[in-house]
C-alpha cells in the first residue's frame, strides 16, 4: 500500500469510526437518559436540561451552541480537527432525530422507560457506559461530537491533562446549573438530579479515560532473529513504525548478532507476532509494556519549556563552577 493510499485508508477509517461512535451515543442518550430525565453533562446534557424545562427540542438546542463553539475549534485545533467536527456535529443532529423517533412512547405521548419504574440508576449507569465508550472511540480516531468536547480537546492538545478531567470541571458546571430551574419541581427533587448528574458525569468520563488510556498503552518488542533484515524491512513497510537495530553479542554462543528493537502501539502487537511468525518461527522476542513513549507516531511532550530555551544548571554543574573559580 503506497503512502497516500495509506493516508487515504487512515482517514476513511477515522470517520468510519467516528460514525460508529456517534450512533452509540445518539441512540444510548435516547434510550437510556432522556426517558428517564436523567441529568448529564456536555453540549448534549445542557440541550437535555433546557429540553426537560422548555421543551425545545435537543438536536436543535446542540446544533444552536456548537455553531458557536466551532469559531473556537478553527483557531486552536486546525483545519483537519474542525472538518470531523463539523461532520460530527451534523451526524449527531441528524441520528439524535433518529434516534429520539425510534423511542417508543407511551399512550401520553412519553417516552417509554425501556428498563421500567424506578431503574433510574441502572438505566443511568448502563446509558452512560455507553455514551463514555462512543466518546473515547470518537476522540481516539481524531474526532469531536463538538461542544464541550472541543473545550477539552484544545486544553488536552497544550496542557498535561486528560480530557476526562477536563471534561469533567465543564460538566460539574453544566450539571449544577439544573438546580437552578424551578421546572424541575421542589429542591429535593433538583439535588436529586444533580446527584445522579454527578454519577453520569464520573462514570461517563471513567469510561472515556479508560478507553483513550487503553488505546494509547504501548509496548516494546527486542527482537532476536538471523532474519533480522526481513522483519524489519516488512514492519517498517506494513505497519509504518522505525525499527532501530541495535549490535548484540550472545555470552552463551560466542557469537555477535543483530537484535531489532521496536516502540508500537498495543493493538499493533499481533500484526507484529504475525510478521515474525511468518518469517521466522523460530525468533526469539521480549514484549514489554511501557509507561510512555513520546515523540513521532505517539504522544506530544507537553510540558512548558522556559522562555530563554535554557536549562538550569545542575548541582553537579555547580559544584564543578564552584571548583574551578576557586
Known amino acids: ?9 487512515n482517514e476513511t477509517k477515522d470517520y468510519i469510526f467516528i460514525t460508529l461512535g456517534i450512533i452509540i451515543y445518539a441512540f444510548s442518550w435516547a434510550f437510556f437518559l432522556l426517558p428517564y430525565e436523567i441529568v448529564a453533562g456536555g453540549v448534549t446534557g445542557m440541550s437535555a436540561i433546557i429540553f426537560y424545562a422548555t421543551g425545545f427540542r435537543v438536536e436543535n438546542t446542540y446544533i444552536i451552541i456548537n455553531v458557536l463553539l466551532l469559531i473556537v475549534a478553527f483557531k486552536s485545533l486546525g483545519l483537519k480537527f474542525l472538518m470531523k467536527t463539523i461532520y460530527a456535529i451534523i451526524a449527531l443532529y441528524f441520528i439524535l432525530k433518529v434516534a429520539q423517533a425510534a423511542v417508543p412512547v407511551d399512550a401520553a405521548g412519553n417516552p417509554v422507560k425501556i428498563l421500567g419504574e424506578g431503574q433510574d440508576f441502572m438505566s443511568l449507569i448502563i446509558g452512560c457506559c455507553f ?20 473545550i477539552a480537546a484544545a486544553v488536552n492538545k ?3 491533562f486528560s480530557i476526562g478531567q477536563v471534561l469533567i470541571f465543564v ?18 427533587e433538583r439535588t436529586h438530579k444533580v446527584v ?7 462514570i461517563e468520563n471513567y469510561m472515556l479515560d479508560t478507553y483513550m488510556s487503553r488505546m494509547r498503552q504501548s509496548v516494546q518488542f527486542f527482537i532476536f532473529s538471523k532474519k533480522y533484515q526481513d522483519i524489519a524491512q516488512s514492519i517498517a513497510t506494513q505497519l509504518d513504525r522505525g525499527v532501530t537495530v541495535l549490535d548484540g553479542h550472545g555470552w552463551y554462543t560466542g557469537q555477535d548478532m543483530k537484535v531489532l528493537c521496536i516502540l508500537a502501539k498495543k493493538n499493533e502487537s ?12 523460530n525468533a526469539l522476542v521480549s ?9 513521532e507516531g505517539f504522544d506530544e511532550m507537553k510540558v512548558k519549556v522556559p522562555k530563554n530555551n535554557t536549562l538550569s544548571p545542575t548541582p553537579l554543574q555547580m559544584e564543578e563552577e564552584k571548583l574551578q573559580k576557586e
Not at 499481533?270 to 518461527?281: E, G, S, V
Not at 514484549?287 to 515523540?295: D, F, L, R, T
Open 171 to 188: 460538566d460539574f458546571i453544566i450539571i449544577g446549573s439544573c438546580f437552578f430551574f424551578p421546572q424541575f419541581g421542589t429542591i429535593i
Open 131 to 150: 455514551t463514555g465508550t462512543s466518546l473515547g472511540i470518537v476522540f481516539h480516531n481524531n474526532g469531536s461530537t463538538g461542544g464541550t468536547d472541543i
Open 1 to 9: 500500500m503506497t503512502i497516500d493510499h495509506q493516508r487515504i485508508w
Open 196 to 202: 445522579f448528574g454527578f454519577c453520569t458525569m464520573v
Open 287 to 295: 514484549q514489554s509494556e511501557v509507561i510512555g513513549v513520546y515523540g
Open 158 to 160: 497544550y496542557h498535561n
Open 270 to 281: 499481533t500484526f507484529i507476532f504475525r510478521i515474525i511468525k511468518m518469517l521466522d518461527p
